[in-house]
């Protein structure tokens, strides 16, 4: 599949933002820790989440879409992680703190995900050695033991939003004991996977914050739940309005999420109202380059919206300069961009963007998840045709992309 987009439209409307993909695969993990029925409710089709919830249903849970919503029940008969799917999907990974946290023992194969670099696991692996589970390895396969799990104290090297995350749902059933995650990392997903299981009997505290302290409880119950909204739709969205130039408004996210974003999205030259959930943003002028930016965990800029500034980058008046600290290769759409007329170079971890009057439309190829998005808000402000391909790279995050931004005013069609 691709999209077919003729650019030049100023956008205009309002959007609802999606629950965010990032806290749902965690949220959907967590649910092995519970045989009773989880909801979780108004969930979008990400493909991400299709997987999941396929590897879920491998192990042996019951897992139902039904009327926009996840219902998820029953054991595993399995703790063997090691389908095709579990190469692609790099959250596969957050099984393995609920497997062991509920069944003790469970075979993973590395896991994959999204082509931008090494994305190793071996912060999850010593937090949880940390915590008593051992570990062998034979044939590509990792064999973890938490038969003589212990409680204890886990200092990550590095906040990683998996290990954080993983290390504090293999604590969740240490009945009566504690664990204590230190260097935690502190981003909003983590925060409502740490509500999410609360709902369900779990106590979590601190979570958020540099230091997690989970309280180990005997059993957990069934829930009801509804993610946050996904900040890096909505930061999508507003630089497509800053882009295109027009007016939107998108409700149902927490601008507090957004705040390095909002800084630069004003910086450039955007009018933006924030309201408690709720960001207006409106722009009618061309757009100023934002001169250095470096992304780093939170509360600092995103990783995942470092091509979408970098796009937007390069129709600035200026030149800047984007720094990934995050991921070793996030550049890949650079090479894309460059066919439609952008000024970029690329050296180590730093982008040099010299910003060009206008994009020309051109035949692309989306070389990861937000990379493609970048693709597509390219071809938004380029006149005439562009075309995207390789889509699914877009459709593992963003639900619905196509009809949401024609409901903007974007010429914008998905084909075969
Ligand atoms: C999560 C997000 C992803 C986001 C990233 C950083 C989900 C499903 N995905 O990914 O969208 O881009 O956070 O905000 O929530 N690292 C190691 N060893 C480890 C773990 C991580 O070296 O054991 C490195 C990674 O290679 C990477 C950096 O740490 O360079 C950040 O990774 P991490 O925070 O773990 O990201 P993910 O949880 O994979």
Redesign the pocket.
């Known amino acids: 599949m691709k999209y077919l987009i003729n650019g030049g439209n100023k956008l205009f409307g309002r959007l609802e933002v999606d629950s965010a ?2 806290a749902i ?2 949220i959907i993990a967590s649910t092995i820790m519970c045989d009773e029925e989880c909801v979780i409710k108004e969930i979008p089709m990400y493909l991400d989440v299709i997987e999941m919830s396929a590897i879920l249903e491998k192990l042996g849970k019951k897992v139902e879409f039904r009327d926009g919503n996840l219902i998820i029940s029953g054991s595993l008969n399995s703790t063997s992680v090691i389908m095709a799917e579990t190469k692609t999907l ?2 596969s990974i957050f099984m393995l703190g609920p497997i062991l946290a509920k069944y003790r023992k469970a075979i993973f194969t590395s896991p994959g995900g999204c082509d931008i ?8 692996i010593a937090g949880l050695k940390s915590l008593g589970v051992k570990f062998t390895y034979a044939n590509d396969l990792i064999y973890a033991d938490a038969s003589k799990m212990q409680v204890g104290e886990v200092e990550l090297s ?1 906040p ?4 954080t995350e993983n290390i504090m749902m293999a604590s969740v059933l240490n009945d009566g004991e504690i664990t204590v995650i230190r260097n935690c ?1 502190r ?1 909003p ?1 983590i925060v409502d996977l740490a509500k999410f299981i609360n709902s369900m009997g779990g106590k979590i505290f601190g979570a958020g914050y540099e230091t997690i302290v989970i309280y180990g409880v005997k059993k957990l119950h069934g829930t009801s739940f509804r993610c946050i909204g996904d900040r890096i739709l909505a930061g999508t969205y507003l630089i497509a309005a800053a882009m295109c130039g027009g007016r939107i408004e998108l409700e149902g996210i927490d601008p507090n999420f957004l705040l390095p974003l909002i800084v630069f999205l004003r910086n450039s030259g955007c009018n933006i109202d924030l309201f408690s959930d709720k960001i207006t943003l409106e722009n009618f002028s061309k757009l100023k380059s934002i001169g250095k930016i470096e992304t780093s ?1 939170f509360p600092g800029f ?3 919206l470092q091509s979408l500034i970098l796009v937007m980058q390069t129709i600035s008046k200026g030149t800047s300069i984007i720094h990934e600290t ?3 290769a996030r550049f890949k759409v650079v090479a894309e961009l460059a066919k439609m007329g952008a000024k970029i170079s690329v050296s180590e971890r730093y982008a040099t963007i010299i910003g060009v009057n206008k994009l020309k439309p051109s035949n692309v190829v989306c070389p990861d998840l937000r990379g493609g998005a970048a693709l597509v808000l390219a071809g938004l402000v380029a006149k005439g045709t562009t075309e995207v391909d390789e889509i699914f790279h877009i459709e593992r995050g963003y639900y619905n992309f196509d009809k949401n931004l024609r409901s903007l005013g974007a010429n914008i069609e998905k084909v075969e």
Request: aromatic content about 6%; charged content about 30%; glycine content about 6%.
């Open positions: 993909k990032n695969l965690p790099r959250s670099g090494k994305r190793p696991i071996d912060i999850h590095f990683s939003v998996g290990a990392a981003e997903e965990t995103p990783t995942d995050v991921f070793e």
